[in-house]
């Protein structure tokens, strides 16, 4: 994104976005992530772009006829840091709008900065070199297809599993989720809110968040949250959405079922023959059992720190 091409456009700072502006960046996004192979913005930022409550800064870069060339989302609601991610139009690289929106974000932001590139793009390595950015995790993109065998799925003893039941879950699905993620730096942190705006997305299926619970207490153990992205003009895929399994139960097989029962449910009740995951690279006990299931990588996505 960088270049020794100066840029003439100029970035515009904002605290929120009207709707056409949001339709420019949503098209934006689309353009980058049919050229890199890689969307560029991920669905918590998506989320909030929708949501005119949402508190966040935006940055856009735009050419003499207008059009949009450049756009920055900062995140300020981690304590951790201010969450940034950065996308240039395929068109208009190598101008110069990357190192300006960049430029913009470390004027902007105060604290550390914790800055998202998606497929692993060599020219946002090279801005983030440039910079003093700091390569400090790495999620991989695994992906296998539905056309090779499956395992079945082998449950514990004592443990069933059945459907989540949205409303009436919530609540028990939320404390397991903080449970097992609870090193997380995203995931342990979803509330109510986070699970609702969810469950409000088209693509939000009950019946393929699969729950794991002890036949005789009803408690939660694990879940598998399936997803399935639907996009004109690509193909239909599957999504490891989110997968959980309560540390006391750990050991048992249960992850390994629970993989195993939403991958089945994706092909046998949703007709797809292809299933991606995200897994960040230093889990390598979820890295190895997602190979041993037949998964292997495809992309990488790297988080830069600054400060």
Request: net charge negative; charged share 20%.
């Amino acid at each position: 994104m960088s270049s020794a091409e100066p840029t003439s456009e100029q970035v515009t700072r904002t605290d929120s976005l009207d709707a056409p502006t949001i339709a420019d960046v949503l098209a934006l996004a689309a353009a980058a992530g049919n050229a890199d192979g890689a969307d560029p913005l991920d669905e918590h930022v998506l989320l909030r772009l929708r949501d005119p409550h949402a508190p966040a800064t935006h940055l856009t870069s735009r050419s003499a006829d207008g059009t949009l060339t450049g756009y920055a989302h900062l995140d300020t609601t981690d304590p951790a840091g201010t969450g940034v991610e950065l996308v240039v139009h395929p068109a208009y690289r190598r101008r110069g709008t990357g190192r300006a929106l960049a430029r913009g974000v470390l004027a902007t932001a105060t604290g550390p900065l914790r800055a998202w590139a998606h497929g692993d793009h060599p020219s946002a390595a090279a801005l983030a070199v440039d910079l003093d950015f700091r390569r400090a995790r790495v999620l991989w993109q695994l992906r296998r297809p539905l056309t090779a065998p499956l395992p079945g799925p082998r449950l514990p003893d004592g443990v069933t599993l059945r459907a989540f039941r949205p409303g009436a879950d919530d609540e028990a699905w939320l404390a397991l989720n903080a449970l097992a993620f609870a090193e997380h730096p995203e995931q342990g942190r979803w509330t109510a809110e986070d699970l609702r705006v969810r469950q409000s997305e088209p693509w939000f299926d009950p019946a393929g968040f699969l729950l794991a619970e002890e036949s005789a207490t009803g408690r939660l153990l694990g879940f598998h949250w399936t997803k399935v992205h639907e996009r004109p003009g690509s193909a239909r895929i599957g999504e490891v959405y989110v997968l959980g399994v309560d540390p006391s139960a750990h050991g048992g097989g249960l992850g390994r079922a629970l993989t195993t029962a939403g991958l089945a449910y994706l092909r046998d009740r949703r007709g797809l023959d292809r299933v991606m995951l995200y897994v960040d690279e230093s889990n390598t006990g979820a890295v190895a059992l997602y190979e041993r299931l037949g998964f292997a990588r495809w992309s990488a996505h790297v988080n830069y720190h600054l400060g």
